[in-house]
Protein backbone atom coordinates (compact mmCIF):
# COMPACT_ATOMS: atom_id res chain seq x y z
CA UNK A 1 0.00 0.00 0.00
CA UNK A 2 1.13 3.49 -1.04
CA UNK A 3 2.15 5.37 1.76
CA UNK A 4 3.84 8.95 0.89
CA UNK A 5 3.80 11.63 3.36
CA UNK A 6 3.24 15.49 2.98
CA UNK A 7 6.39 15.98 4.34
CA UNK A 8 8.10 13.84 1.37
CA UNK A 9 6.34 15.70 -1.47
CA UNK A 10 7.68 19.14 0.35
CA UNK A 11 11.11 17.83 -0.10
CA UNK A 12 10.46 16.87 -3.14
CA UNK A 13 9.05 20.17 -4.51
CA UNK A 14 12.38 22.18 -2.72
CA UNK A 15 15.04 19.52 -4.66
CA UNK A 16 12.56 20.06 -7.87
CA UNK A 17 13.02 24.01 -7.04
CA UNK A 18 16.98 24.51 -6.40
CA UNK A 19 17.74 21.27 -8.85
CA UNK A 20 20.79 21.03 -6.00
CA UNK A 21 20.32 19.09 -2.48
CA UNK A 22 22.92 20.57 -0.10
CA UNK A 23 20.59 24.32 -1.13
CA UNK A 24 17.30 22.50 -0.89
CA UNK A 25 18.65 20.69 2.62
CA UNK A 26 19.57 24.40 3.73
CA UNK A 27 16.41 25.60 2.61
CA UNK A 28 14.67 22.64 4.22
CA UNK A 29 16.47 23.27 7.61
CA UNK A 30 17.77 19.32 7.52
CA UNK A 31 20.90 17.15 7.08
CA UNK A 32 22.03 16.67 3.24
CA UNK A 33 21.80 12.73 3.64
CA UNK A 34 18.78 12.51 5.37
CA UNK A 35 16.98 14.50 2.55
CA UNK A 36 18.74 12.55 0.12
CA UNK A 37 17.31 9.57 1.83
CA UNK A 38 13.82 10.81 2.56
CA UNK A 39 14.26 11.47 -1.46
CA UNK A 40 15.03 7.80 -2.31
CA UNK A 41 12.29 6.60 -0.25
CA UNK A 42 9.50 8.75 -1.88
CA UNK A 43 11.11 7.47 -5.37
CA UNK A 44 10.85 3.88 -4.05
CA UNK A 45 7.07 4.41 -2.59
CA UNK A 46 6.59 5.84 -6.06
CA UNK A 47 8.05 3.22 -7.81
CA UNK A 48 9.63 5.67 -10.64
CA UNK A 49 12.75 8.37 -10.31
CA UNK A 50 12.43 11.18 -9.72
CA UNK A 51 16.07 13.19 -9.82
CA UNK A 52 18.69 12.13 -12.43
CA UNK A 53 21.71 12.66 -10.12
CA UNK A 54 25.81 12.59 -10.55
CA UNK A 55 28.01 13.87 -8.58
CA UNK A 56 28.01 17.37 -10.30
CA UNK A 57 24.58 17.80 -11.56
CA UNK A 58 20.64 17.19 -10.28
CA UNK A 59 18.11 17.34 -12.97
CA UNK A 60 14.64 16.01 -13.12
CA UNK A 61 13.62 13.15 -15.00
CA UNK A 62 10.35 13.02 -17.05
CA UNK A 63 8.42 11.58 -14.55
CA UNK A 64 9.64 13.81 -12.03
CA UNK A 65 9.16 17.00 -14.06
CA UNK A 66 5.79 15.78 -14.69
CA UNK A 67 4.60 15.41 -10.83
CA UNK A 68 5.99 19.29 -10.05
CA UNK A 69 2.51 20.78 -10.43
CA UNK A 70 0.62 18.14 -9.32
CA UNK A 71 2.69 18.16 -6.10
CA UNK A 72 2.61 22.03 -5.86
CA UNK A 73 -1.75 21.73 -6.10
CA UNK A 74 -1.79 19.00 -4.00
CA UNK A 75 0.66 20.84 -0.62
CA UNK A 76 -1.33 23.90 -2.12
CA UNK A 77 -4.38 22.32 -0.88
CA UNK A 78 -3.19 20.11 2.16
CA UNK A 79 -2.12 23.59 3.65
CA UNK A 80 -6.05 24.96 2.45
CA UNK A 81 -7.32 22.48 4.19
CA UNK A 82 -5.29 23.00 7.62
CA UNK A 83 -6.57 26.44 7.27
CA UNK A 84 -10.06 25.58 6.93
CA UNK A 85 -10.20 23.52 10.00
CA UNK A 86 -8.43 25.78 11.78
CA UNK A 87 -11.21 27.90 11.07
CA UNK A 88 -13.81 25.14 11.74
CA UNK A 89 -12.03 25.05 15.30
CA UNK A 90 -12.88 28.27 16.18
CA UNK A 91 -9.42 28.94 17.07
CA UNK A 92 -5.73 29.32 15.74
CA UNK A 93 -3.41 26.00 17.29
CA UNK A 94 -0.05 27.28 19.10
CA UNK A 95 2.71 25.60 17.36
CA UNK A 96 5.64 24.47 19.12
CA UNK A 97 8.51 22.96 18.18
CA UNK A 98 11.64 21.47 19.98
CA UNK A 99 14.84 19.25 19.30
CA UNK A 100 14.41 16.27 22.44
CA UNK A 101 13.16 17.39 25.67
CA UNK A 102 9.87 18.97 26.19
CA UNK A 103 8.42 19.35 29.91
CA UNK A 104 6.64 16.32 30.84
CA UNK A 105 3.44 18.12 32.14
CA UNK A 106 3.64 20.48 28.84
CA UNK A 107 -0.42 19.45 28.22
CA UNK A 108 -0.96 20.17 31.45
CA UNK A 109 0.48 23.72 31.82
CA UNK A 110 -1.21 24.56 28.28
CA UNK A 111 -4.75 23.18 29.07
CA UNK A 112 -7.54 25.34 28.77
CA UNK A 113 -5.10 28.32 27.87
CA UNK A 114 -4.36 27.41 24.19
CA UNK A 115 -4.74 24.71 21.51
CA UNK A 116 -1.14 23.51 21.16
CA UNK A 117 0.61 21.65 18.16
CA UNK A 118 3.72 19.27 18.78
CA UNK A 119 5.57 19.47 15.69
CA UNK A 120 6.99 16.34 14.89
CA UNK A 121 9.94 17.70 12.87
CA UNK A 122 12.72 17.25 14.86
CA UNK A 123 15.62 19.58 14.07
CA UNK A 124 18.70 20.88 15.61
CA UNK A 125 18.03 23.85 18.29
CA UNK A 126 19.50 26.60 15.75
CA UNK A 127 17.30 25.30 13.38
CA UNK A 128 14.20 25.28 15.66
CA UNK A 129 15.01 29.12 16.22
CA UNK A 130 15.35 30.13 12.79
CA UNK A 131 11.78 28.20 12.15
CA UNK A 132 10.48 30.37 15.33
CA UNK A 133 11.72 33.77 13.26
CA UNK A 134 10.46 33.28 9.87
CA UNK A 135 7.20 32.23 11.47
CA UNK A 136 7.22 28.30 10.25
CA UNK A 137 6.38 27.83 14.41
CA UNK A 138 5.24 30.41 16.97
CA UNK A 139 7.53 28.56 19.97
CA UNK A 140 9.99 26.96 20.06
CA UNK A 141 12.11 24.83 22.77
CA UNK A 142 16.09 24.98 22.21
CA UNK A 143 19.31 25.92 23.41
CA UNK A 144 19.95 29.57 22.63
CA UNK A 145 22.75 32.36 22.77
CA UNK A 146 22.65 36.36 23.47
CA UNK A 147 23.11 37.03 20.05
CA UNK A 148 20.78 34.57 18.09
CA UNK A 149 17.85 36.00 20.17
CA UNK A 150 19.25 39.54 19.34
CA UNK A 151 19.93 38.47 15.37
CA UNK A 152 16.45 36.78 15.22
CA UNK A 153 14.22 39.28 16.95
CA UNK A 154 13.52 36.39 19.50
CA UNK A 155 12.34 36.71 23.35
CA UNK A 156 13.69 33.71 25.59
CA UNK A 157 12.58 32.19 28.65
CA UNK A 158 14.77 29.56 30.97
CA UNK A 159 12.95 26.64 30.80
CA UNK A 160 15.05 23.83 31.72
CA UNK A 161 18.57 22.48 32.71
CA UNK A 162 20.78 19.79 32.02
CA UNK A 163 23.55 18.35 33.29
CA UNK A 164 25.70 16.65 31.29
CA UNK A 165 27.83 13.96 32.69
CA UNK A 166 31.31 11.66 31.36
CA UNK A 167 30.60 8.03 29.89
CA UNK A 168 33.79 5.53 30.17
CA UNK A 169 34.28 2.28 29.70
CA UNK A 170 34.80 -0.32 33.05
CA UNK A 171 33.29 0.56 36.66
CA UNK A 172 34.51 3.60 37.66
CA UNK A 173 32.21 6.17 38.77
CA UNK A 174 34.10 8.26 40.51
CA UNK A 175 34.36 12.01 39.40
CA UNK A 176 36.00 13.00 36.44
CA UNK A 177 37.81 16.94 35.88
CA UNK A 178 36.48 18.57 32.35
CA UNK A 179 40.09 18.97 31.65
CA UNK A 180 40.51 15.30 31.75
CA UNK A 181 37.89 14.18 29.21
CA UNK A 182 37.17 14.46 25.59
CA UNK A 183 34.15 16.02 23.56
CA UNK A 184 32.90 14.79 20.26
CA UNK A 185 32.90 17.56 17.20
CA UNK A 186 31.09 16.61 14.18
CA UNK A 187 31.84 18.00 10.62
CA UNK A 188 28.04 17.80 10.05
CA UNK A 189 27.38 21.69 10.72
CA UNK A 190 24.19 21.18 9.58
CA UNK A 191 22.66 18.95 12.03
CA UNK A 192 25.04 19.51 14.53
CA UNK A 193 25.80 23.18 14.61
CA UNK A 194 24.22 23.98 18.13
CA UNK A 195 26.69 21.05 19.77
CA UNK A 196 29.23 22.07 17.88
CA UNK A 197 29.90 25.40 19.21
CA UNK A 198 29.02 24.55 22.73
CA UNK A 199 31.18 21.47 22.25
CA UNK A 200 34.56 23.59 21.10
CA UNK A 201 34.04 26.67 23.56
CA UNK A 202 33.66 23.76 26.81
CA UNK A 203 37.13 22.17 25.20
CA UNK A 204 38.53 25.81 25.12
CA UNK A 205 37.79 26.94 28.22
CA UNK A 206 38.66 23.98 30.36
CA UNK A 207 41.49 21.59 28.55
CA UNK A 208 38.93 19.36 27.29
CA UNK A 209 40.33 17.47 24.56
CA UNK A 210 38.41 17.41 21.36
CA UNK A 211 37.49 14.83 19.00
CA UNK A 212 36.62 15.46 15.86
CA UNK A 213 34.09 13.00 13.73
CA UNK A 214 32.00 12.71 10.36
CA UNK A 215 29.25 9.88 11.14
CA UNK A 216 27.23 12.08 13.55
CA UNK A 217 27.99 9.96 16.73
CA UNK A 218 26.94 12.35 19.25
CA UNK A 219 24.93 10.29 20.53
CA UNK A 220 23.16 6.75 19.50
CA UNK A 221 25.09 3.63 19.28
CA UNK A 222 28.04 5.02 17.18
CA UNK A 223 28.84 7.12 20.18
CA UNK A 224 29.18 4.10 22.36
CA UNK A 225 31.91 3.08 19.78
CA UNK A 226 33.65 5.88 19.86
CA UNK A 227 33.65 5.88 23.71
CA UNK A 228 35.04 2.20 23.64
CA UNK A 229 37.95 3.72 21.56
CA UNK A 230 38.70 6.63 23.83
CA UNK A 231 41.61 6.69 26.11
CA UNK A 232 39.30 9.33 28.02
CA UNK A 233 36.16 9.72 29.36
CA UNK A 234 33.61 11.33 26.61
CA UNK A 235 31.39 14.27 27.14
CA UNK A 236 27.61 13.07 26.52
CA UNK A 237 25.37 15.81 24.77
CA UNK A 238 21.76 16.64 25.67
CA UNK A 239 19.89 14.45 23.42
CA UNK A 240 21.95 11.03 25.26
CA UNK A 241 20.54 12.45 28.10
CA UNK A 242 18.17 9.32 28.75
CA UNK A 243 19.34 6.64 26.98
CA UNK A 244 20.65 3.70 28.45
CA UNK A 245 24.21 3.00 29.01
CA UNK A 246 25.31 -0.59 27.32
CA UNK A 247 26.81 -2.86 30.27
CA UNK A 248 29.86 -2.16 29.34
CA UNK A 249 30.19 1.65 29.87
CA UNK A 250 29.74 3.82 32.76
CA UNK A 251 28.15 7.41 33.60
CA UNK A 252 30.78 9.60 35.63
CA UNK A 253 29.63 12.89 36.81
CA UNK A 254 31.67 15.99 35.15
CA UNK A 255 33.43 18.73 37.98
CA UNK A 256 35.74 21.78 37.77
CA UNK A 257 33.39 22.65 36.60
CA UNK A 258 30.24 20.98 36.39
CA UNK A 259 28.91 20.92 32.52
CA UNK A 260 25.28 22.46 32.25
CA UNK A 261 23.07 22.62 29.02
CA UNK A 262 20.31 25.04 29.01
CA UNK A 263 16.89 24.76 27.08
CA UNK A 264 14.76 27.70 26.45
CA UNK A 265 11.37 28.78 25.21
CA UNK A 266 11.98 31.36 22.35
CA UNK A 267 8.77 33.07 20.46
CA UNK A 268 8.92 36.36 18.41
CA UNK A 269 10.06 39.26 20.01
CA UNK A 270 6.79 41.78 18.15
CA UNK A 271 4.37 38.30 19.24
CA UNK A 272 1.28 39.53 19.80
CA UNK A 273 -1.20 37.31 19.26
CA UNK A 274 -3.24 36.39 22.47
CA UNK A 275 -2.90 32.50 22.42
CA UNK A 276 0.91 32.56 21.81
CA UNK A 277 1.48 34.71 24.67
CA UNK A 278 -0.53 32.78 27.23
CA UNK A 279 0.67 29.52 25.95
CA UNK A 280 4.51 31.44 26.77
CA UNK A 281 3.30 31.94 29.97
CA UNK A 282 1.88 28.71 30.76
CA UNK A 283 4.91 27.00 29.86
CA UNK A 284 7.00 28.82 31.19
CA UNK A 285 5.86 29.69 34.82
CA UNK A 286 8.58 29.34 37.84
CA UNK A 287 10.74 26.62 36.82
CA UNK A 288 12.64 26.18 40.46
CA UNK A 289 16.12 25.90 41.36
CA UNK A 290 17.96 24.28 38.19
CA UNK A 291 21.43 24.56 39.79
CA UNK A 292 22.48 27.34 37.60
CA UNK A 293 23.69 30.04 40.52
CA UNK A 294 26.40 27.17 42.24
CA UNK A 295 29.67 27.74 42.35
CA UNK A 296 31.68 25.66 39.88
CA UNK A 297 29.01 25.51 37.21
CA UNK A 298 30.12 26.29 33.48
CA UNK A 299 27.68 27.85 30.65
CA UNK A 300 28.48 29.52 27.42
CA UNK A 301 29.91 32.79 27.82
CA UNK A 302 26.65 33.84 25.37
CA UNK A 303 24.48 31.55 26.80
CA UNK A 304 21.69 34.09 28.45
CA UNK A 305 21.05 32.38 31.89
CA UNK A 306 24.95 32.83 33.24
CA UNK A 307 24.17 35.83 35.04
CA UNK A 308 21.96 33.40 37.11
CA UNK A 309 25.13 31.94 38.17
CA UNK A 310 26.06 34.62 40.18
Keep these: MLSVELRQLRYFLAVAEELHFGRAAARLLIAGPSLSQQIKALERDLGVP ?4 DRRTVALTSAGAALVPEVRALLERADELQRHAQQLSGSQPVRIGYVNWLPPDLTARTAGVAQLYVDAWVVPSHAQAARVADGSLDLAVCWIRNKDITQLGLNAQLLG ?6 VSVGTDTSPVRA ?4 VLVDDDVTSWQSWNEYAEEFAQDTGAAVRRIHNGAITGPAFFDHVRVCTTPVLNSPKGQTTPLPPD ?7 DPEVLWTWSLVRRDDEVRTAVLAAAEAITR ?5 GLHREGVWLPADDPWRALRG
Excluded at 249 to 255: H, K, N, S
Excluded at 286 to 290: F, K, R
Design 249 to 255: LVQRPVI
Design 50 to 53: LFAR
Design 179 to 182: KDIA
Design 161 to 166: ADRLYA
Design 286 to 290: PVGDL
